[in-house]
């Protein structure tokens, strides 16, 4: 969805390096979600924000940080990369009013650590 | 902790088949939701069911929700290739403010 962008939507990195993926948003949403997918695994919730000032632990929140700058910006930090975090990450919004609560997901990051 | 089963994980059929995947939680959803991710894309929300057995269709697409609101299945009639791509469904259970994910269902459709 063009109102959900992520940046980089590639990266190649080294074991240990600090990356940072970023998330920003034109929906007006106020939740936003980090996932990560592996194949055959679905996709896992590292974390999730429901405003600005409400920060969740996900399933897989290990060796993760966030930070929501913005209610439009959430940005996902791998403070020290390992291999095994090399995946497809997703960021994704949802609206909090009515009762639909749709996910509306970013184009994806694909991450390689070396 | 709470779980969403789906199956198949993988499904091949031949253009024009029907094709079907289930979805089975280990606890009552308030709602369920299904969305597709095609081959290198993201995932995009297909359809919600809230109400005990709930059926909504989509063209060639039937979505329902069991009676007591623990599985659902979605089923497409006459498959064509741009029905390709994974089929997830998910939901919310209880006060859980988080969705529920199962691990999909991926489509391959030989034309």
């Known amino acids: ?114 | 902790g709470q779980q969403v089963m789906q199956i198949p994980q993988y499904q091949h059929v031949q253009e024009g088949e029907d094709f079907t995947t289930y979805c089975n939680s280990s606890t009552t959803l308030s709602n369920i939701q299904w969305y597709k991710q095609r081959p290198g894309g993201h995932p995009v929300f297909l359809i919600q069911l809230v109400k005990s057995g709930e059926v909504k269709k989509q063209k060639r697409l039937t979505f329902q929700f069991g009676e007591a609101k623990k599985n659902s299945s979605l089923h497409i009639t006459a498959t064509q290739t741009t029905d390709v791509g994974t089929y997830f469904c998910a939901g919310y259970a209880g006060n859980n403010r988080k969705l529920i994910w199962g691990l999909g269902t991926s489509l391959a459709v030989n034309p």
């Open chain 1, 1 to 114: 969805d063009a109102d959900v962008t992520q940046t980089p939507r590639n990266r190649i990195t080294k074991t240990g390096k600090r990356i940072m993926l970023e998330c920003s948003q034109t929906k007006g949403h106020d939740r936003m979600y980090w996932y990560r997918q592996d194949p055959g695994l679905g996709l896992q919730l590292i974390y999730y924000s429901f405003d600005v000032k409400d920060i969740n632990k996900g399933e897989i929140s290990d060796g993760y940080s966030v930070s929501r700058q913005a209610q439009a910006k959430f940005s996902l930090s791998l403070e020290s990369a390992i291999p095994n975090q090399t995946a497809l990450y997703f960021c994704a919004t949802s609206d909090s009013y009515g009762s639909t609560d749709t996910q509306y997901f970013g184009p994806g990051t694909r991450l390689t650590v070396l």
